[in-house]
């Protein structure tokens, strides 16, 4: 991570570590592939998509899922006595994502003391909003600035990729746009 690309330099040693996390496990990923880390977590994976953007999204919906775990709503979920803590943890990803149909939601909702009033679109983008840190890793080039502009809305802060596309500059300049710290890697880990 020594080929910092962008204007800010700033690496911290945690997001070095997290950087290259990210790199080894989307190593062993069908391409393409991109994976989130956070303290040395993985956060989100996105493999095996036709386009690195999809990759983004797909993996950005488990790292969103991940921060929102953390909302004080969530954590303060009224659970009766007894519930398991695997219910509880699939309790709280439904619970996010919201989207239950009648017979699920009923069975949901007899977990709790009382039916919790929902996490609204508009709490989980302000919250969102907080989120800061997270370093991106993927197995080839971005080609576009797209996939940095929803990385945006997840916190991402540092990026890993090989670089090598005729878009790099358009690349850099969205990491700039947002803040973010780049790191050209040099190293492809694509696979087909």
């Known amino acids: 991570m020594q080929n910092v690309v962008?204007?800010?330099?700033?690496?911290?040693?945690?997001?070095?570590?997290?950087?290259?996390l990210a790199s080894i496990c989307i190593k062993y990923t069908q391409s393409n592939?991109?994976?989130?880390?956070?303290?040395?977590?993985?956060?989100?994976?996105?493999?095996?998509?036709q386009s690195r953007v999809d990759c983004v999204k797909l993996a950005g919906r488990k790292v969103a899922t991940w921060y929102l775990r953390q909302h004080p709503k969530v954590l303060a979920l009224p659970f009766k006595e007894g519930v398991k803590r695997q219910a509880r943890v699939n309790a709280r990803v439904r619970y996010i994502e919201g989207d239950f149909t009648d017979e699920e939601r009923v069975r949901w909702e007899e977990q709790f003391t009382e039916t919790p009033a929902p996490l609204t679109e508009e709490e989980k983008q302000a919250f969102l909003k907080?989120?800061?840190?997270?370093?991106?890793?993927?197995?080839?080039?971005?080609?576009?600035?797209?996939?940095?502009?929803?990385?945006?809305?997840?916190?991402?802060?540092y990026v890993a990729q090989p670089g090598g596309s005729v878009?790099?500059?358009?690349?850099?300049?969205?990491?700039?746009?947002?803040?973010?710290?780049?790191?050209?890697?040099?190293?492809?880990?694509?696979?087909?």
């Open 130 to 157: 907080e989120s800061t840190g997270i370093s991106l890793s993927s197995d080839a080039f971005f080609p576009f600035r797209d996939s940095i502009d929803h990385a945006s809305k997840l916190g991402v802060s």
């Open 6 to 20: 962008t204007p800010n330099k700033d690496v911290p040693e945690g997001a070095v570590i997290d950087m290259i």
């Open 167 to 192: 878009q790099d500059g358009q690349v850099t300049d969205a990491c700039n746009d947002y803040g973010m710290t780049m790191c050209f890697t040099g190293v492809r880990l694509f696979h087909h």
């Open 33 to 49: 592939s991109v994976g989130f880390a956070k303290d040395g977590m993985m956060v989100g994976v996105g493999a095996g998509q």
